[in-house]
C-alpha cells in the first residue's frame, strides 16, 4: 500500500534576492512554515530586490535552468505542485510551459502568478514580447493570481481605477477562458467602496467570490508572492479553495498592518518572519462574500 506523502513538494520557478523580501526569499519560508518543501529554480539571482533599490547586480539564470531541470528528470522527481513567478526572459517563459509538460502529473496543482508590473506600470524588464509569452503560459495553469495591472496587461484592457461588480466578473471570465480553472485578482477596488478585494472566479463551480481587506495605503514588494504562497500551501494541505484565499488575505492585512505600524521602509518589504507564527492559525469566520 503507497503511504501518502506528508511533506508535499513543490517546483518552485522565481528569482531570488539577497535583500529584501520578494520571491524565493518569501515563497521558501512561508510555504517551508506551512509543512511544505520547496525545491527552487531559480531565473536570476539579484543584489537586492528591484522596487525601490537602484544599482542592482543582477545574473540571468536562463542558461542555466535547463541542467537544473535534466537533472531533476533524471531522478524521477514528482512535484505536487508547480509555481512559476518572476521570469526575466521570454525564453525563460518558453522554458516553464515546457517544465510544466515534462512534470506535469496527476492531483498536481499549477499556479502561475503572471509578473509583469503594478501600479499601472510594467516592472523594468518586461516587454511587449514577455506579455505576449505571459498570456501562453497561463493556458497550462490551474492557477493564476495577476493583480489588477497584470491583468489588464494580460487581456489587453485599458486599466480601471474603480470597477463595478460586473465588469470584475466579465475581467475574471474572460482571463478563466485562457485556460486556468481558478482566477484571483488582487487588488480590486470597488467604485464607492472604502476597502480594496481579492476577487476569485471558480470556473467548475462557476462561483464568483469577493474577500474584502482594509485599504492601507503603501506598496510593499513581495505581498503578490506571499499571497500566493499561502493559497498554494494552504491547498495543498487540505484547504478548500475558500478557506485558502482568506488565510492569505487574514494574514497580509495583519502583515500589511504590523509592517505600516513599525515604520518598515516600503522597499524592505513584509515583517514575515514576525508573523510566520500566525499561518497555521485557522480564521474563525468565513471571510467572503459571493457576487
Known amino acids: 500500500m503507497e503511504v501518502k506523502k506528508l511533506v508535499p513538494e513543490v517546483a518552485a520557478i522565481h528569482d531570488l534576492s539577497g535583500y529584501g523580501r520578494s520571491?524565493?526569499?518569501?515563497?521558501?519560508?512561508?510555504?517551508?512554515?506551512?509543512?511544505?518543501?520547496?525545491?527552487?529554480?531559480?531565473?536570476?539571482?539579484?543584489?537586492?530586490q528591484t522596487d525601490?533599490?537602484?544599482?542592482?547586480?543582477?545574473?540571468?539564470?536562463?542558461?542555466?535552468?535547463?541542467e537544473i531541470e535534466e537533472h531533476w528528470k533524471s531522478l524521477n522527481l514528482k512535484f505536487d505542485a508547480i509555481y512559476s513567478g518572476?521570469?526575466?526572459?521570454?525564453?525563460?517563459?518558453?522554458?516553464?510551459?515546457?517544465?510544466i509538460?515534462?512534470?506535469?502529473?496527476?492531483?498536481?496543482?499549477?499556479?502561475?502568478?503572471?509578473?509583469?508590473?503594478?501600479?499601472?506600470?510594467?516592472?523594468?524588464?518586461?516587454?511587449?514580447?514577455?506579455?505576449?509569452?505571459?498570456?501562453?503560459l497561463i493556458k497550462n495553469a490551474d492557477i493564476i493570481t495577476p493583480n489588477v495591472t497584470e491583468a489588464a496587461m494580460l487581456l489587453?484592457?485599458?486599466?480601471?481605477?474603480?470597477?463595478?461588480?460586473?465588469?470584475v466578473r466579465d475581467w475574471l471570465h474572460a482571463l478563466s477562458l485562457a485556460g486556468p480553472s481558478v482566477v484571483m485578482i488582487t487588488s480590486v477596488h470597488f467604485r464607492d467602496e472604502d476597502?480594496?478585494?481579492?476577487?476569485?472566479?471558480?470556473?467548475?463551480a462557476d462561483k464568483y467570490m469577493k474577500f474584502s481587506f482594509e485599504l492601507i495605503h503603501?506598496?510593499?514588494?513581495?505581498?503578490?508572492?506571499?499571497?500566493?504562497?499561502?493559497v498554494l500551501?494552504?491547498?495543498?494541505?487540505?484547504?478548500?479553495?475558500?478557506?485558502?484565499?482568506?488565510?492569505a488575505v487574514k494574514f497580509l492585512s495583519s502583515a500589511i498592518l504590523l509592517t505600516n505600524m513599525q515604520q518598515t521602509p516600503n522597499r524592505n518589504g513584509l515583517l514575515l518572519e514576525y508573523m510566520l507564527p500566525e499561518l497555521n492559525k485557522k480564521p474563525l469566520d468565513e471571510g467572503y462574500e459571493y457576487f
Open 23 to 48: 520571491a524565493l526569499t518569501v515563497v521558501i519560508p512561508v510555504l517551508s512554515s506551512m509543512g511544505v518543501q520547496v525545491c527552487p529554480l531559480p531565473t536570476a539571482i539579484f543584489s537586492t
Open 52 to 66: 525601490g533599490f537602484e544599482n542592482y547586480a543582477m545574473m540571468d539564470l536562463g542558461d542555466f535552468m535547463p
Open 86 to 99: 518572476f521570469l526575466g526572459s521570454s525564453d525563460q517563459i518558453s522554458f516553464v510551459a515546457d517544465f
Open 101 to 136: 509538460s515534462k512534470f506535469r502529473k496527476k492531483d498536481q496543482i499549477i499556479l502561475v502568478d503572471p509578473v509583469l508590473g503594478d501600479c499601472g506600470l510594467p516592472y523594468g524588464p518586461i516587454t511587449g514580447n514577455h506579455i505576449r509569452g505571459m498570456k501562453k
Open 156 to 167: 489587453g484592457r485599458e486599466l480601471k481605477s474603480g470597477f463595478s461588480y460586473s465588469e
Open 195 to 204: 476597502n480594496n478585494a481579492v476577487c476569485v472566479y471558480d470556473k467548475k
Open 218 to 230: 503603501g506598496s510593499y514588494p513581495g505581498t503578490g508572492d506571499t499571497f500566493a504562497s499561502i
Open 233 to 247: 500551501g494552504s491547498l495543498l494541505k487540505g484547504s478548500t479553495l475558500a478557506e485558502a484565499v482568506h488565510c
